[in-house]
T-cell receptor, first 113, second 114 residues
């Protein structure tokens, strides 16, 4: 089944404790992206990747890192999480940049205390 | 400006038509999309329209695009309780270096009253 998976689905952590949210897609997509969703703000893009080893900042990259060592995986790294990073995070992928459909993962709800 | 604007809430009775509106500011947008997010789930693409089209119909869904006014709408005919969700309007525009960026509106929460 074609899908985007994220882990964990739910995470509660403390300020400053490094964490990684994994994202994997099985569709051989070139383009992958991370978004955060906050009430009243909609979805905002954090980082995106057009292919292996090619990443770039989205609209709200501060406090986040990403890597794209393999085509299928695009982990989101929070080196020192802060409470303002409490949010719902979505990973998405598409066949290539500009492709009309992005496939979204189920979301990761992160709480930083 | 690069904003995508949509109203936050819409309430309709089951069986009526729903119309969700969206305005965007970037005239260079290539594709415009409607995504649906059900409670506790990710976003699913509902439909899309290319910027040189003015209408697209897909079963109960009709998308209208007024490029002059930069206005996009989604009409759902015969709205059902299963249509209750948040609907996001999004635009795809070229952001340079072979890259396209998807910009989302804040989402319209559609509530269907039985």
């Amino acid at each position: 089944e074609a899908q985007v998976t994220q882990n964990p689905r739910y995470l509660i952590t403390v300020t400053g404790k490094k964490l990684t949210v994994t994202c994997s897609q099985n569709m051989n997509h070139e383009y992958m992206s991370w978004y955060r969703q906050d009430p009243g703000l909609g979805l905002r893009q954090i980082y995106y990747s057009m292919n292996v080893e090619v990443t770039d900042k989205g609209d709200v990259p501060e406090g986040y890192k990403v890597s794209r060592k393999e085509k299928r995986n695009f982990p989101l790294i929070l080196e020192s999480p802060s409470p303002n990073q409490t949010s719902l995070y979505f990973c998405a992928s598409s066949l290539f940049t500009g492709s009309y459909e992005q496939y979204f993962g189920p979301g990761t709800r992160l709480t930083v205390t | 400006g690069e904003d995508v604007e949509q109203s936050l809430f819409l309430s309709v009775r089951e069986g009526d038509s729903s119309v969700i509106n969206c305005t965007y500011t970037d005239s260079s947008s290539t594709y415009l999309y409607w995504y649906k997010q059900e409670p506790g789930a990710g976003l699913q693409l509902l439909t899309y329209i290319f910027s040189n089209m003015d209408m697209k119909q897909d079963q109960r869904l009709t998308v209208l695009l007024n490029k002059k006014d930069k206005h996009l709408s989604l009409r759902i005919a015969d709205t059902q309780t299963g249509d209750s969700a948040i609907y996001f309007c999004a635009e795809s525009r070229y952001s340079g270096a072979g890259s396209y960026q998807l910009t989302f509106g804040k989402g319209t929460k559609l509530s269907v009253i039985p």
